[in-house]
């Protein structure tokens, strides 16, 4: 799986977009990327992944370079219960990857009142 | 029922201690996974079962034994553990034995070892 690259926090104030950005230069034409976050003493919560296109749900939006080689995770109105480690990572999709989710270091995004 | 359970949250042990970590989940997922996390570090995989089988073992030490008794239930037994054992113990589950594209994982709130 490609590498990726993070900053390792960023802040945000409450009720603005957070645009968290990720590098992964060495991504495969078949490696999606995805997005989880994690949140003080919880486990990991997935919340979005993309191939090519800009995806978009419920939780935020990705944003992915006509490259490939980076994208950007934007949660749109930012809120406190957002302030979490977000971990950006590159997986092949299908046959025996069993989702060997391989974590970074991750952005620690705070969320300011 | 979208929840991965685990128990038990906090766990405290000695060195010649045996214990299990549970980890339950009702999705109908056929993967489930044991990651480890060290404080302010990432998760780091260590064991992966599909469809009830182990498939991946990141080269856990063999005091680290893992079991899959039905595809609901995952177990972690511990025995003989060292000190730098001590970390956060998460589970995780997938709808799909193997990996397709639109897979994602599904973790419980961990369990807490503290390895005295």
């Known amino acids: 799986d490609a590498k990726t690259t993070q900053p390792p926090s960023m802040d945000c104030a409450e009720g603005r977009a957070a645009n968290l950005p990720c590098n992964h230069s060495?991504?495969?034409?078949?490696?999606?990327v995805y997005w989880y976050r994690q949140i003080h003493s919880q486990g990991p919560q997935y919340i979005i992944h993309g191939l090519k296109n800009n995806e978009t749900n419920e939780m935020a939006s990705l944003i992915i370079t006509e490259d490939r080689k980076s994208s950007t995770l934007i949660l749109p109105h930012a809120t406190l219960r957002d302030t979490a480690v977000y971990y950006c990572?590159?997986?092949?999709?299908?046959?025996?990857?069993?989702?060997?989710?391989?974590f970074g270091q991750g952005t620690i995004l705070t969320v300011h009142p | 029922d979208t929840e991965v359970t685990q128990t038990p949250k906090h766990l405290v042990m000695g060195m010649t201690n045996k214990k299990s970590l549970k980890c339950e989940q009702h999705?109908?997922?056929?993967?489930m996974y044991w990651y480890k996390q060290k404080a302010k570090k990432p998760p780091e995989l260590m064991f992966v079962?599909?469809?009830?089988?182990?498939?991946i073992n990141e080269s856990v030490p063999s005091r680290f034994s893992p079991e899959c008794p039905n595809s609901s239930l995952l177990n972690l037994h511990l025995h003989a553990l060292q000190p730098e054992d001590s970390a956060l113990y998460l589970c995780a589950s997938s709808q799909e034995g193997g990996w397709t594209t639109n897979e994602k994982l599904f973790f419980g709130s961990g369990t807490q070892l503290s390895v005295l």
């Open positions: 990572i590159a997986l092949l999709a299908g046959g025996t990857s069993y989702g060997k989710l391989t």
């Open positions: 079962y599909s469809y009830e089988k182990l498939s």
């Open positions: 060495t991504i495969s034409g078949n490696e999606y």
């Open positions: 999705m109908g997922h056929r993967a």
